[in-house]
């Protein structure tokens, strides 16, 4: 009940769940088209995007926080919520990115064709034809970022300003004096 009182926990929360849900949505719309772009390109494309992809989930969370924290200060850019939620969509793309690549494997190329032949336009095929075969690599890449995002410490704390504390700074900065 004190909890739920309390307005620097609250604020917390909100911004908590306010990142993880706008980074969500963000990084599965652009990882699914990467993705997509990705299964139709050349081998050569292909190998270099999926090297650049697997360096986010290669580094330690540290050398990627201080890494965005350098690129956010180089700009001048003042860093708080735009920045945090900037960092969470930048490392929750890779995830995405990796959980519908297999589903698009799977796929039949074949069928995309057959929808062109029958009438439809590209965007129709890939709403109509594509997205429904690739839903559950889609729906899974969501629920990783979201959970990423959620639970992510490092990349917060180094990439958000004053005035913005999600739940694990706050908790990180609450341990000596609040009780568990």
């Known amino acids: 009940e004190s909890m739920f009182q309390s307005r620097p926990i609250m604020e917390a929360i909100w911004y908590t769940v306010l990142c993880a849900v706008i980074a969500t949505i963000v990084s599965t719309i652009v990882g699914t088209i990467t993705a997509i772009g990705l299964s139709k390109s050349r081998k050569v494309v292909r190998e270099l995007v999926n090297q650049v992809n697997n360096l986010p989930m290669l580094n330690p969370e540290i050398v990627t926080a201080i890494g965005l924290m350098l690129f956010f200060t180089s700009l001048r850019i003042q860093t708080g919520f735009m920045t945090m939620l900037l960092a969470h969509i930048a490392f929750c793309i890779p995830y995405v990115i990796l959980s519908v690549l297999p589903r698009l494997r799977r796929l039949d190329p074949n069928i995309a064709e057959a929808a062109l ?33 959620f639970d992510d410490f490092v990349i917060s704390m180094f990439t958000t300003g004053p005035g913005v504390t999600n739940i694990s700074i706050y908790v990180y900065g609450s341990v000596k004096r609040v009780n568990p």
């Open 117 to 149: 032949d029958l009438g439809c336009t590209p965007w129709q095929a890939m709403w109509k034809v594509i997205i429904p075969q690739i839903k559950e690599g889609i729906v899974a890449g969501a629920l990783v970022a979201f959970s990423m995002s």
